[in-house]
Nanobody, 124 residues
Framework: QVQLVESGGGSVQIGGSLRLSCLAS????????IGWFRQAPGKGREAVSC????????YYPDSEKGRFTIVTDKAKNTVYLQMNSLKPEDTGMYYC?????????????????WGQGTQVTVSS
């Protein structure tokens, strides 16, 4: 069955960096999208970034591509989210998700599978 396993979260100071990993297994699709969502305490999940095997990376909002970079290592079945210049508002649980359709979207309801999440805490 499809499994998504996140890792790489932790506690960092303002301005620090983290690289999140999403190890995906249990499917053999060639066209799909992997999304990263953040859920801050007391709030709903919001899209952070996505990478489509067909169209490449997308950032939400687009201005975040200056701080975040999403890449895929197909040989390792892993998607990485590099986060730099972290701010307190980046704090939350980060989930990766799989959309079996080929295109990225920031609508969480379109994603078919979810991981358990990895916690990111940014503080002074």
């Amino acid at each position: 069955q499809v499994q998504l396993v996140e890792s790489g979260g932790g506690s960092v100071q303002i301005g620090g960096s983290l690289r999140l990993s999403c190890l995906a297994s249990g499917f053999s699709l060639s066209n799909y999208a992997i999304g990263w969502f953040r859920q801050a305490p007391g709030k709903g999940r919001e899209a952070v970034s996505c990478i489509s095997m067909q169209d490449g990376p997308t950032y939400y909002p687009d201005s975040e591509k200056g701080r975040f970079t999403i890449v895929t290592d197909k040989a390792k079945n892993t998607v990485y989210l590099q986060m730099n210049s972290l701010k307190p508002e980046d704090t939350g649980m980060y989930y990766c998700s799989l959309d079996v359709g080929p295109f990225c979207t920031d609508h969480e309801w379109k994603y078919d599978y979810w991981g358990q999440g990895t916690q990111v805490t940014v503080s002074s």
